[in-house]
């Protein structure tokens, strides 16, 4: 179990960096638990996290400016997200920049649509630093919290109390997902069409 400990706690950081880099939730609320248990440091998976996510944008955000209607065109999961990012682009213009940072699977997408679009890279680079501290400050709570829950299941059932616990929290956070952001979002685009 050592070993492991000091695997996370030597590439710890990187993982989150590029995780958050691409997408990253996942990796971020992980190492945040990890940082709960005192294994990785609380500051450094939050400076790293919100870098990641930050580097990430303006990278994707300059392939946008770049080539990004060929990008996306070319690979059918960006394609796949364009609608979505359309539809909260038009309706809430830059404040979309924030709204974005919250919804899974469209972040990439929606950096490479900024690139796309008219917003100067000024007012991108300016919001994105506001954006991305208070998006790793929120997650890494989240995270945390989620963390300590972890340890206490831990402590009183078990690892199989908190394996089965987790599968319980990852089938309820899917049918969340399902019935309520997937359809409102489908409904908005259904209703684009008509």
């Given at each position: ?9 030597q590439y710890g950081y990187w993982a ?7 997408e990253g939730e996942t990796v971020f609320?992980?190492?945040a638990a990890l940082a709960a248990a ?157």
């Amino acid at each position: 179990m050592e070993w492991a400990q000091q695997f996370v706690e030597q590439y710890g950081y990187w993982a989150v960096f590029i995780w958050t880099f691409i997408e990253g939730e996942t990796v971020f609320i992980v190492a945040a638990a990890l940082a709960a248990a005192g294994v990785l440091e609380t500051w450094k998976v939050i400076v790293v996290a919100a870098c990641g996510a930050f580097i990430g944008h303006l990278f994707f955000f300059a392939l946008g400016r770049w080539r990004g209607k060929r990008i996306i065109n070319a690979i059918p999961m960006l394609k796949r997200h364009v609608p979505k990012a359309n539809i909260i682009l038009n309706k809430y213009a830059h404040w979309s920049i924030f709204i974005f940072q919250y919804l899974y699977g469209t972040r990439l997408a929606a950096a490479i649509l900024f690139g796309c679009s008219s917003i100067e890279f000024w007012r991108f680079f300016f919001l994105q630093i506001i954006n991305c501290i208070i998006w790793a400050i929120v997650i890494y709570t989240i995270g945390h919290f989620l963390g300590m829950a972890a340890m206490s299941i831990l402590h009183q059932f078990g690892l199989w109390g908190l394996i089965i616990a987790l599968s319980i929290a990852a089938i309820i956070a899917a049918v969340a997902y399902w019935r309520y952001g997937h359809h409102h979002i489908k409904r908005h685009l259904d209703s684009d069409d008509a």
